[in-house]
């Protein structure tokens, strides 16, 4: 048993980052790693020839199953949908949170082809064991959702740094110190995205246009009882941004898409059920 446990854990990282980029739910991944491992200690492990292999079928089998239950969830989701924020000091650029976003426009098994070829490197021939499809039908689920989700994965970004900057500028703008600042920082054409769940206020719809934007930014910090603690800056899946700690005394990200110098998107991750897991490592 101790032999399957550290064969296990030696994967575990890159199983996790595989169902994560498939359920956009780092609780639902952590419950698919779980259920995975149960599955590999039960296994007649010598009938396993690459361990890998063998897991991630496991896993991606596991995703495709939850998914299935979670499009039903999604639908009657309260307000605009975001997946569970994941914060680094560093960048992970596979798969940044627009392409998140665009992936659940995918069917389950568009998405799993996709990840799994263009992200993870696997072989159509891999894939078809895990999907349960020949590779030609593979490769033909993947090229659908490679056309499906082009725009979002050929955005650029600007350099990671001057990201970071963009970023504190941002949030001392929003937080009233310097409103005047938010019409200089939003592109035209910029979105703001708002996910409560309907556990905490947060605006009902996604707002667009600089004008509107900023006028909304305003109104929260004037409604707003008491000014949030900066926690970090960091990258938010791939995104710069930040977490605060609200008046309310619960946890808050922020990420920014930035292009040419300019903010873009804003998405704003408020439903305590997806920061939990960051509870356990910000305080």
């Given at each position: ?46 009938a396993?020839r ?14 495709l ?17 975001l ?11 596979d798969?940044t949170?627009?392409?998140?976003l ?8 568009e ?6 070829h ?19 039908a593979?490769?033909?689920l ?6 499906n ?7 650029y ?10 970023a ?75 977490v ?12 920014l898409l ?19 897991h ?6």
């Amino acid at each position: 048993m101790t032999d399957s446990a550290s064969t296990f854990d030696l994967h575990r990282p890159g199983l996790l980052r595989v169902a994560y980029r498939m359920l956009g739910s780092m609780s639902d991944a952590e419950d698919v790693i779980q259920e995975a491992y149960i599955r590999w200690a039960q296994a007649e492990r010598a009938a396993v020839r690459v361990p890998a292999a063998f897991l991630r079928r496991i896993v991606t089998r596991l995703c495709l199953d939850h998914l299935k239950s979670a499009r039903v969830r999604r639908e009657a989701y309260d307000g605009p949908w975001l997946p569970e924020p994941v914060v680094e000091e560093e960048p992970v650029e596979d798969v940044t949170l627009p392409l998140m976003l665009a992936l659940e426009r995918l069917s389950p098994l568009e998405r799993a082809a996709f990840l799994l070829h263009d992200v993870f490197g696997e072989s159509f021939e891999d894939i078809a064991a895990s999907i349960d499809r020949d590779a030609a039908a593979c490769r033909q689920l993947a090229s659908r959702a490679r056309t499906n989700v082009r725009k979002e994965r050929a955005r650029y970004t600007v350099d990671h740094e001057h990201g970071l900057e963009i970023a504190s500028a941002f949030f001392q703008a929003s937080q009233g110190q310097g409103t005047g600042h938010l019409g200089a920082l939003l592109a035209e054409d910029v979105r703001f995205h708002a996910d409560g769940g309907g556990k905490r206020p947060a605006v009902a719809r996604i707002l667009e246009g600089a004008h509107v934007v900023r006028r909304a930014l305003i109104a929260i910090t004037r409604l707003r009882e008491g000014r949030p603690k900066l926690v970090r800056y960091g990258f938010v899946n791939g995104l710069p941004g930040f977490v605060t700690r609200e008046p309310d005394g619960m946890l808050q990200t922020t990420a920014l898409l930035i292009e040419d110098g300019l903010i873009r998107a804003i998405y704003v991750t408020r439903n305590p059920d997806k920061l939990r897991h960051l509870e356990r490592t910000m305080h």
